[in-house]
């Protein structure tokens, strides 16, 4: 080493490169635009409202979580007391009268950033369990709070209003839901925006090193304490900007919107999609929505097919569906991610066809235990039967059986094919 390359001064922190990435970016807000002339009808608007407004607070989630390393039981609050807030804000009608309401997911915002600063101050002192449980404790308090201060929450019918008494925003008044979903998508493209120009920001990469290493981050000056409190407080205002939105969407909020079941299920949906990628969260949104409002309408089970679904993701695959979209990057680097096509269709069809044979069986062990008396008949897949016929369960017996021994049977293929694609060539034996 020369004495200029030894006298050449430390370097300090860079944070990454905090251009967007254009062409997803541009694809995504295509996509928003036209959703509504795809899907027309109200019910689908309103899912798509839902959709939205989960996929910014499992982003919020994800920068405690997936940057932060702070696992929290009781982030729901947040969302809440910024969508209660936001509601009392719609039924102070001289003051809503005269604001857009566009602008009101910003207050919706502060709440929640001004709830989070007083409950940062002392929980992120310490991260792991400790923050864990304080988390828990203060969403239980404040969800117990919502049946005592019942002036704010409205007890347990919770509180209600009129989005339409606001100023009309170029003319528009926010009548029909397809008005609601272009607020709601302006919104989704801004805070998505805004949070992943966080996470390139320098305070956005030290709260991945405290998250990696807080005794290297304390050694290197950073205080780890102040790094995790920043976070919390951006993910507090972005929390608070989705329980705004909810309340726009909704015009009712409960207790419900503050209690751990809430947090509960946005802990599931950014773990389902993988929080150590920033579009991990949009997936684990997307399809919980998609199983709560769809596969709901068609099974009573749809949580415990949820419950397997989040157990296989954990057990198999950590890095949930974004992890497992990006394990097949190197195949594509290398040119060799169509060789998987073939061995994918021979083990996972059989694999799906066996998983449906399955629930055919818990359906019909559901309805047998259920139905009232003299109720034989159940409708599955479409078709009408006996269940208390031997047919039917010989049918999804052998269908369940022949399906995941298939599956068992070429799996080695497919491990050996996954093998071949992810080696390069000339390094193979």
């Known amino acids: 080493m020369s004495d200029q390359q030894a006298r050449k001064?430390?370097?300090?922190?860079?944070?990454?490169?905090?251009?967007?990435p254009m062409i997803p970016w541009g694809i995504a807000?295509?996509?928003?635009?036209?959703?509504?002339?795809?899907?027309?009808?109200?019910?689908?608007?309103?899912?798509?409202?839902?959709?939205?407004?989960?996929?910014?607070?499992?982003?919020?989630?994800?920068?405690?979580?997936?940057?932060?390393?702070?696992l929290s039981f009781g982030h729901a609050v947040y969302a809440g007391v910024g969508g209660f807030a936001c509601m009392h804000i719609i039924n102070s009608g001289d003051?809503?009268?005269?604001?857009?309401l566009p602008v009101l997911p910003i207050f919706g915002g502060l709440v929640g950033m001004w709830l989070a600063i007083i409950?940062?101050?002392?929980?992120?002192?310490?991260?792991?369990?400790?923050?864990?449980?304080?988390?828990?404790?203060?969403?239980?308090?404040?969800?117990?709070?919502?049946?005592?201060?019942?002036?704010?929450?409205?007890?347990?019918?919770?509180?209600?209003?009129d989005r339409t008494y606001g100023l009309p925003f170029f003319g528009v008044e926010f009548l029909q839901q397809i008005e609601v979903y272009y607020l709601i998508a302006f919104w989704l493209m801004l805070s998505a925006i805004l949070m992943y120009l966080y996470s390139r920001t320098p305070m956005g990469r030290m709260a991945n090193a405290v998250r990696d290493n807080p005794e290297r981050a304390e050694f290197l000056g950073y205080s780890a304490r102040w790094v995790r409190f920043y976070s919390f407080v951006a993910s507090g205002f972005f929390a608070g900007i989705a329980g705004a939105l909810f309340a726009i969407n909704y015009e009712i909020l409960t207790e419900e919107n503050l209690n751990t079941t809430q947090s509960g299920i946005i802990l599931l949906v950014t773990f389902l999609g993988g929080?150590?990628?920033?579009?991990?969260?949009?997936?684990?949104?997307?399809?919980?929505?998609?199983?709560?409002?769809?596969?709901?309408?068609?099974?009573?089970?749809?949580?415990?097919?949820?419950?397997i679904i989040f157990v296989a993701t954990v057990m198999f695959f950590p890095g949930g569906l974004a992890g497992l979209i990006m394990m097949h990057v190197p195949a594509l680097r290398l040119g060799k991610l169509g060789?998987?096509?073939?061995?994918?269709?021979?083990?996972?069809?059989?694999?799906?066809?066996?998983?449906?044979?399955?629930?055919?069986?818990?359906?019909?062990?559901?309805?047998?235990?259920?139905?009232?008396?003299?109720?034989?008949?159940?409708?599955?897949?479409?078709?009408?039967?006996?269940?208390h016929t031997i047919l039917p369960w010989g049918i999804a017996t052998l269908v369940t059986v022949v399906g995941f021994g298939i599956m068992r049977a070429?799996?080695?293929?497919?491990?050996?094919?996954w093998n071949e694609a992810n080696t390069p060539d000339g390094m193979s034996e």
Not at 9 to 20: D, E, R
Not at 95 to 100: E, K, M, N, Q, V
Not at 275 to 287: C, D, N, R, S, T
Not at 293 to 303: A, H, K, M, N, P
């Open 29 to 70: 807000a295509v996509l928003l635009c036209i959703l509504p002339f795809i899907f027309t009808n109200n019910s689908a608007i309103t899912i798509m409202n839902q959709m939205a407004i989960t996929i910014i607070f499992a982003l919020a989630y994800n920068m405690l979580l997936g940057q932060g390393g702070m």
């Open 119 to 161: 409950v940062g101050a002392f929980s992120t002192r310490k991260a792991g369990t400790v923050f864990a449980m304080i988390s828990l404790g203060v969403g239980e308090l404040i969800a117990a709070c919502s049946v005592i201060i019942v002036v704010f929450f409205g007890g347990e019918e919770g509180v209600s209003g």
């Open 95 to 100: 003051f809503f009268s005269g604001l857009p």
């Open 339 to 387: 060789r998987l096509g073939v061995p994918y269709l021979k083990t996972l069809l059989p694999a799906a066809i066996g998983a449906l044979g399955a629930a055919a069986l818990v359906e019909m062990i559901f309805h047998v235990r259920h139905a009232p008396n003299g109720d034989q008949e159940m409708t599955l897949f479409w078709t009408t039967f006996d269940s």
């Open 410 to 417: 070429t799996a080695p293929a497919l491990v050996e094919a």
């Open 9 to 20: 001064p430390a370097q300090p922190l860079q944070a990454g490169s905090i251009a967007l």
């Open 275 to 307: 929080v150590g990628f920033f579009f991990g969260p949009i997936l684990g949104a997307i399809v919980f929505t998609l199983v709560q409002t769809v596969l709901s309408l068609q099974t009573e089970l749809w949580g415990f097919y949820l419950g």
